[in-house]
């Protein structure tokens, strides 16, 4: 069965999308301060948290693919959905970075020519001209393409398998599966080592003096578990508008595990990256955490309580994973503080003292962006069946229990 808009269903998107960006103009006109820089940085917060959500749908898909697991098979549909926005995200992103490399905003301080030059002792900075091998203009663009390449043709690859294998039967179905899988052990490993570095590169550059072996990781946890609360959400708002009718409660309380257990994940690297430089108090790594302690307390610990103690207290019975309504409400909390998240990564090292706080002009622009996933999402998921036809292990996903 596909999946069709309902009548009403585009015109309030579409005025979501209005509205939020209405409320961006109103907050961009109301900002007294630096509203030029704190616009672009806003757009790079959103921008990089529903690309990441993109990017931890497509992870998630190729491991199941990859491990050949049966449960996951009646909702693969619905991260095919989430991957439809990668396209918008990438040149989202890339609007961002381009405006930095043109000089329209400064959220990228390194990409200044002037500090890599020691007969200008007044803007040299030693530090960040240590790093030019890796932080210069050029190889930056060349690793940018590289990821939102490698991601884009890789999801679009994976989408048209999925759909020629609904035409096939037979010896032809068990090649393309198997193809599938072998392509899919394969983009773990390009997203292993691209997850990471693009995380050095669009987010941890910011702060150019600062760097964290564990950022990556703790970046890619994020994305992971927004997905995942993203595609649990589209599920059960599926099946209350009558499809997937064979997705039961072993499917929903399976990815309800997901979230909760990636969400461990997260805090466990939160944790682990703050514990770490605090303890170790060397003053070129404690200043990250400074700035974000002394001038912005409620974002640092806010962030950490709704993203680590919500899905612990909440989400830790079965029942609760098994709750349509309890389970979107949890996550949708979980999925605001993941947005918030980003705020704390970007906004203090792109701002410095001109940021005061999620006013107004972030809200708009969450909801705009938000508009526009929503949309494209379901719209992606009307172009096909939203249940695959006939993958190998459709049978067992079916008869799911736990």
């Given at each position: 069965?596909?999946?069709?808009?309902s009548?009403?269903?585009?015109?309030?998107?579409?005025?979501?999308?209005?509205?939020?960006?209405?409320?961006?103009?109103?907050?961009?006109?109301?900002?007294?301060?630096?509203?030029?820089?704190?616009?672009?940085?806003?757009?790079?917060?959103?921008?990089?948290?529903?690309?990441?959500?993109t990017?931890?749908?497509?992870?998630?898909?190729?491991?199941?693919?990859?491990?050949?697991?049966?449960?996951?098979?009646?909702?693969?549909?619905?991260?095919?959905g989430?991957?439809?926005?990668?396209?918008?995200?990438?040149?989202?992103?890339?609007?961002?970075?381009?405006?930095?490399?043109?000089?329209?905003?400064?959220?990228?301080?390194?990409?200044?020519?002037?500090?890599?030059?020691p007969?200008?002792?007044e803007?040299?900075?030693?530090?960040?001209?240590?790093?030019?091998?890796?932080?210069?203009?050029?190889?930056?663009?060349?690793?940018?393409?590289?990821?939102?390449?490698?991601?884009?043709?890789?999801?679009?690859?994976?989408?048209?398998?999925?759909?020629?294998?609904?035409?096939?039967?037979?010896?032809?179905?068990?090649?393309?599966?198997?193809?599938?899988?072998?392509?899919?052990a394969?983009?773990l490993?390009?997203?292993?080592?691209?997850?990471?570095?693009?995380?050095?590169?669009?987010?941890?550059?910011?702060?150019?003096?600062?760097?964290?072996?564990?950022?990556?990781?703790?970046?890619?946890?994020?994305?992971?578990?927004?997905?995942?609360?993203?595609g649990?959400?589209l599920?059960?708002?599926?099946?209350?508008?009558?499809?997937?009718?064979?997705?039961?409660?072993?499917?929903?309380?399976?990815?309800?595990?997901?979230?909760?257990?990636?969400?461990?994940?997260?805090?466990?690297l939160?944790?682990?990256?703050?514990?770490?430089?605090w303890?170790?108090?060397?003053?070129?790594?404690?200043?990250?955490?400074?700035?974000?302690?002394?001038?912005?307390?409620?974002?640092?610990?806010?962030?950490?309580?709704?993203?680590?103690?919500?899905?612990?207290?909440?989400?830790?019975?079965?029942?609760?994973?098994?709750?349509p309504?309890?389970?979107?409400?949890?996550?949708?909390?979980?999925?605001?503080?993941?947005?918030?998240?980003?705020?704390?990564?970007?906004?203090?090292?792109?701002?410095?003292?001109?940021?005061?706080?999620?006013?107004?002009?972030?809200?708009?622009?969450?909801?705009?962006?938000?508009?526009?996933?929503?949309y494209?999402?379901?719209?992606?998921?009307?172009?096909?069946?939203?249940?695959?036809?006939?993958?190998?292990?459709?049978?067992?996903?079916?008869?799911?229990?736990?």
């Amino acid at each position: 069965m596909n999946f069709s808009f309902s009548k009403r269903a585009p015109k309030v998107l579409m005025g979501v999308i209005a509205l939020g960006a209405a409320a961006t103009l109103v907050g961009i006109m109301g900002d007294h301060t630096d509203h030029h820089q704190r616009t672009w940085a806003s757009l790079l917060v959103n921008a990089f948290f529903f690309l990441g959500i993109t990017l931890g749908a497509l992870f998630f898909y190729s491991l199941q693919n990859a491990t050949e697991t049966a449960w996951s098979v009646l909702v693969k549909r619905v991260f095919e959905g989430i991957m439809g926005f990668l396209p918008i995200g990438a040149i989202a992103m890339i609007v961002v970075l381009a405006a930095g490399s043109l000089g329209l905003h400064h959220i990228y301080h390194w990409m200044d020519t002037k500090l890599y030059d020691p007969s200008d002792p007044e803007h040299y900075d030693a530090i960040i001209a240590g790093k030019e091998a890796f932080l210069n203009q050029r190889f930056f663009w060349v690793r940018t393409i590289a990821y939102l390449a490698t991601f884009i043709l890789f999801a679009r690859w994976f989408r048209s398998k999925s759909l020629e294998m609904d035409r096939m039967s037979g010896d032809t179905l068990v090649r393309t599966h198997l193809l599938v899988y072998r392509r899919s052990a394969l983009f773990l490993v390009f997203f292993a080592v691209f997850s990471s570095i693009l995380a050095w590169d669009w987010l941890m550059s910011i702060d150019a003096h600062w760097f964290s072996t564990l950022y990556g990781w703790y970046a890619f946890s994020g994305m992971w578990v927004s997905a995942m609360i993203s595609g649990v959400i589209l599920v059960l708002y599926l099946k209350r508008k009558g499809y997937l009718p064979q997705v039961n409660n072993s499917h929903i309380q399976d990815m309800g595990k997901w979230v909760f257990a990636i969400s461990f994940l997260w805090s466990y690297l939160y944790f682990s990256q703050f514990m770490l430089i605090w303890y170790s108090n060397i003053p070129e790594e404690v200043t990250y955490f400074q700035t974000r302690i002394n001038e912005h307390p409620g974002l640092m610990w806010g962030t950490f309580f709704i993203n680590f103690a919500v899905p612990m207290v909440l989400l830790m019975s079965r029942d609760a994973k098994r709750n349509p309504r309890f389970l979107i409400g949890v996550g949708s909390v979980i999925f605001v503080g993941h947005w918030l998240d980003v705020n704390m990564m970007v906004m203090p090292g792109a701002l410095g003292h001109h940021f005061h706080g999620i006013g107004l002009l972030e809200i708009g622009m969450f909801v705009t962006f938000l508009g526009a996933f929503i949309y494209t999402v379901l719209n992606t998921l009307t172009k096909a069946p939203l249940t695959p036809v006939n993958h190998p292990y459709l049978e067992e996903s079916v008869h799911h229990q736990i």
